[in-house]
């Protein structure tokens, strides 16, 4: 869904990232809700590369 689908005011950036080698980096949010934090319930993908490009090995 589009960011702005989302009230921004529920949401808080999380600590917790992750990588996954096909989807990219991972961002996660908790969601504040009236009895609390529900932690890591959203998580956003920011893709590290265009499908199909290779991987550098750094040389």
Do not use: W
Not at 17 to 45: N, Q, S
């Amino acid at each position: 869904m589009p960011p702005e689908a989302v009230d921004q005011s529920l949401l808080e950036l999380s600590a917790r990232r992750t990588l996954c080698e096909c989807k990219g980096k991972a961002e996660y949010f908790h969601i504040k809700g009236p009895k609390g934090l529900i932690r890591d319930a959203l998580v956003t993908m920011m893709p590290s590369k265009a499908r199909g490009q290779p991987v550098s090995n750094g040389d």
